[in-house]
């Protein structure tokens, strides 16, 4: 059975008082185990959160080492960390922040045969990479292994957030099964990251929580330059190739 | 001969032949990026409609490039 300490109550307290978590959410927070997916502008700021929030077990892949040119957003890692891997920095900083969460790092490239054993019994994917192909092998892992993928991208002033739950709304290939994988890097000004992050980390603990009013079947669009943020709806795919009913069929002999 | 009708494409407002199609609508706003997805009034069009769907007088058109970096 799941308790937290007088050290714990006294971390999580600003949190355990909303209505709604209180004890047993932070429990169930504490029971959690996700797996983030890349430690750039987004994994940076969802680990800090996922970790701050006191989710019990965090699984944090990513087969970089820091660079320069990341420190204008990947606010994990720091000008004495260039060189090492992004896992190692992460680490760091994460343990430092909460040494109450279990954290698995993982140095490796995500890729579609390895990404099952990088997920592991992880309940929940978060998206922090930053290219479609990548995007498409973690949305196989969900699909495959029944659990939600909370998807962020950024590009410039620009952002996109959506949140996808297998069986239950449309996934990322539903979406984006025809994008070409453009390998160029996109310019990105920090807070784009941060914010895209931000929604996604509050996905992630409204379902550890599981509470309603999910980004489900919507995809959120955020344009800093003018600070539009917008929603459009998004139908299941029916000619999916991953979550369509050829799938299910296969699936199911 | 169709009639024009007016519809509001990525924020502006444009005159159009009336009941065109979405996949005319690219052509015809020359939306190069074979990456762009399509909004149209406020739902996300898959490319297998955008042959089939056509617009009405007032609709909204967005396209719009998603975003893969992180």
């Known amino acids: ?253 | 001969m169709d009639s024009a009708i007016r519809i509001i494409v990525n924020g502006f407002p444009e005159t159009v032949p009336d009941n065109i199609a979405i996949s005319q609508l690219i052509d015809r706003f020359n939306e190069g990026d074979t990456d762009l997805i399509v909004e149209h009034n406020g739902r996300f069009i898959y490319p297998d409609f955008y042959m089939t769907t056509r617009v009405s007088p007032g609709d909204r058109v967005e396209f719009i490039n998603p975003n893969f970096g992180g």
């Open chain 1, 1 to 253: 059975m799941t308790t937290l300490t007088s050290q714990e109550r006294l971390r999580y307290d600003r949190q355990m008082i909303i209505p709604g978590i209180g004890e047993a959410g932070q429990k169930k927070l504490k029971q959690a185990k996700v797996f983030i997916a890349g430690l750039g502008g987004l994994g940076s700021v969802s680990g800090y959160y996922m970790a701050a929030a006191g989710v019990g077990h965090l699984r944090i892949a990513d087969g970089d080492c820091v660079e320069f040119a990341n420190l204008n957003r990947q606010i994990l890692h720091h000008t004495p960390d260039i060189g090492i891997p992004k896992t190692e920095s992460a680490l760091k900083k994460l343990r430092a922040l909460n040494p109450f969460c279990v954290i698995t790092a993982l140095h490796e490239t995500i890729r579609i045969d390895n990404v099952i054993g990088l997920v592991g019994d992880s309940d929940i994917i978060l998206d922090g990479t930053d290219n479609i192909a990548t995007r498409k092998v973690l949305n196989s892992a969900s699909v495959s292994l029944d659990i939600p993928f909370i998807y962020g991208g950024v590009n410039g002033f620009n952002g996109t957030v959506s949140t996808f739950i297998p069986g239950k709304t449309p996934c990322f290939e539903c979406l984006f099964h025809q994008q070409s994988d453009k390998t160029q890097s996109p310019g990105v000004i920090g807070p784009l990251p941060a914010m895209v992050a931000a929604i996604q980390s509050l996905e992630a603990i409204k379902i550890i929580l599981e509470m309603d009013g999910l980004l489900t079947n919507r995809l959120l669009l955020i344009r800093g330059v003018d600070m539009v943020i917008k929603k459009i709806d998004v139908p299941k795919n029916p000619e999916c190739p991953i979550c369509g009913p050829d799938m299910e069929k296969r699936q199911n002999g």
